[in-house]
Structure formats: structure tokens, C-alpha cells
């Protein structure tokens, strides 16, 4: 995509960090924004601000969680947009803790926003950007978790690990369209993720916690400097967009662990 002007992006998440650095580059480079997002009153100051930028924005109130939430946000943004040319698969949470603590709750939580939710946002606006025929991106944000586990937090690397996964597969079978897929793998950005607990279900039981993730985070790059990098991947067509150089040499170190287990493979007899 070279251009974003008169263009239509849906941005899940788009009430906080990421989603809403992203969401206002766009908006600044002419785009129309659809915010959805669980936090109503996030999503809506996000799209009045972005109205301010001289484009159309309209904010849907949405869990990724359920399907006809998700459904509801696609009819939205067709009955005002009359269809749509970007989405932002982004909304997600966090959760820390120690690997033998993580309850099935814990596990359940985190994997339905940042893996179940990010694939059935996917599957629904891949079907109409397939449907219109006119081409269009669709940028699902993983992190560099999704490659690199730290031991701590196995819910959420998990959880990422699979959207790498599924955006893969996305940019394969997308790519005969003319529709392009980037996989957004962020390194440590300064955002509200630390207060995903607020977004859990009532009686849960957990073994961690989302402020977990405030020190390795705080100081981090600002979700506004996220935003044009995002849209130059877009136009690059790149198929992973990352934020910051800090971790190719763990990139490197777990590539070189892999390969050496080909290397290991003994000779056929
Ligand atoms: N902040 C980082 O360091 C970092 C690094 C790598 C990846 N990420 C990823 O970036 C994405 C955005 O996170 P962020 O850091 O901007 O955090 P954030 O908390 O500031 O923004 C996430 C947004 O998602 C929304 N959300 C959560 N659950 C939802 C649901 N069920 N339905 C709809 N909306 C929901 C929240 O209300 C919030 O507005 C997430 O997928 C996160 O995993 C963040």
C-alpha cells in the first residue's frame, strides 16, 4: 500500500498505547480510523482526537473475546465507511508470573484476547478485504515475544508465538489478493499494558500478574514513535516490523540453538 489517503483502518486496541500511536499516524496521513476497543471510553476520546486530524474516525465498543462483538464492529464499519482497506490486529494483554504458577484461567485469559481473539478479528476482515477485491493490508501485532520466551509470562509468549504463527499463514494465503500482511513485533513500549488485570473475568483464578511487566518496560520508546514505523512497514510490504535493534543478537543466539539441532541429526545408516 503506498498510500493512505481516503483509506479505511479498523484498529483493534486503538483506545490505548500501540494501537492508538498507530491509529493517529494514519489518521495523519489521511486515513479514516475506526477505533474498537473494550475500554469504551478510551476508544471514544481516541476517535475524537483523530477527528481533530481532519479525517473521518468512528469508535465501536468491542471485545475480541466474542464473536459477535466482532461481527457487530465489521457492520459498523461497513454502515459508516462502506468498507474498509486496513486493519490493525493489535488489542491484547498481558500477563507475568512464574511458569509453574500459571492457572488455566491465567492461560485461558491471555490466550483468548491475544490468540483467539487476534484470529477471529483476522478471519472476519480477511473475508471482506478478499470479498471487495481491491486489495489492502492487515498488520497483526505479535512481539518479539512471540519469538523470544523469557521464562516468565509463558501465557502471553505462548499466546504470541501463535499470532506469529497465524500471521504467516495470513500473508501466504493473502498475498494472491494483493493484500498484504505484516506481522508487528514490538519490542519494550511504554503503554497501559501493565493494567491488562483490570480486563479479567471475575472469580479468576491467577498465578501472576499484569504489573509484572511495568519495570521492563517503563523508559521504553512511546507508542506516538511506533506509529510511523508501522507505516513505513505497511508501505514496504515488510513481513515482520520491528521496533528496535536491542534484541537481534537474542534473534541470533536462538536461530544459531535451532540450526545446531539439524547439525546433530545423525547420518542415515
Ligand atoms: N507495550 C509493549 O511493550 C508491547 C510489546 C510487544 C507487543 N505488545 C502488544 O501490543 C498490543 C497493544 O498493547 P499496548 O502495549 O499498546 O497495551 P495497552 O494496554 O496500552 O493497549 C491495549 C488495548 O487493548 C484493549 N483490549 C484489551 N482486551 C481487549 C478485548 N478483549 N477486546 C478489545 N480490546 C481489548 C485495551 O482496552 C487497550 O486499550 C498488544 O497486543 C500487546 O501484546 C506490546
Request: charged fraction near 25%.
Amino acid at each position: 500500500m503506498e498510500s493512505f489517503e481516503g483509506k479505511i483502518a479498523v484498529v483493534t486496541g486503538g483506545g490505548s498505547g500501540i494501537g492508538r500511536g498507530i491509529a493517529t499516524a494514519l489518521a495523519g496521513a489521511g486515513a479514516h480510523v475506526v477505533i474498537a476497543d473494550i475500554d469504551g471510553e478510551a476508544a471514544k476520546a481516541s476517535a475524537e482526537e483523530l477527528g481533530g486530524l481532519g479525517v473521518r474516525s468512528l469508535s465501536v465498543v468491542t471485545d475480541v473475546r466474542e464473536t459477535a462483538s466482532v461481527d457487530a464492529l465489521a457492520a459498523a464499519t461497513r454502515a459508516e465507511f462502506g468498507g474498509v482497506d486496513l486493519l490493525i490486529n493489535n488489542a491484547g494483554v498481558y500477563l507475568g508470573g512464574e511458569m509453574r504458577d500459571v492457572t488455566e484461567d491465567d492461560w485461558r485469559f491471555v490466550l483468548d484476547v491475544n490468540l483467539d481473539g487476534v484470529f477471529r478479528v483476522g478471519q472476519t476482515f480477511a473475508r471482506i478485504l478478499r470479498e471487495q477485491g481491491r486489495g489492502g493490508h492487515v498488520v497483526n501485532t505479535a512481539s518479539v515475544g512471540g519469538f523470544i520466551s523469557f521464562g516468565a509470562g509463558l501465557a502471553y509468549t505462548a499466546s504470541k508465538a501463535g499470532v506469529v504463527a497465524y500471521s504467516e499463514a495470513m500473508r501466504g494465503d493473502l498475498e494472491p489478493e494483493g493484500i498484504g500482511v505484516s506481522t508487528l513485533c514490538p519490542g519494550a513500549i511504554d503503554t497501559n499494558l501493565p493494567a491488562s488485570d483490570r480486563l479479567r473475568r471475575e472469580g479468576e483464578k491467577t498465578g501472576g500478574s499484569s504489573e509484572a511487566l511495568s519495570p521492563f518496560i517503563r523508559g521504553g520508546m512511546k507508542p506516538e514513535e511506533v506509529g510511523p514505523i508501522v507505516l513505513r512497514g505497511i508501505r514496504a510490504n515488510l513481513p515482520y516490523i520491528f521496533t528496535d535493534d536491542g534484541m537481534r543478537e537474542l534473534f541470533a543466539q536462538r536461530f544459531e540453538t535451532i540450526l545446531a539441532g539439524f547439525d546433530q541429526i545423525a547420518p542415515a545408516r
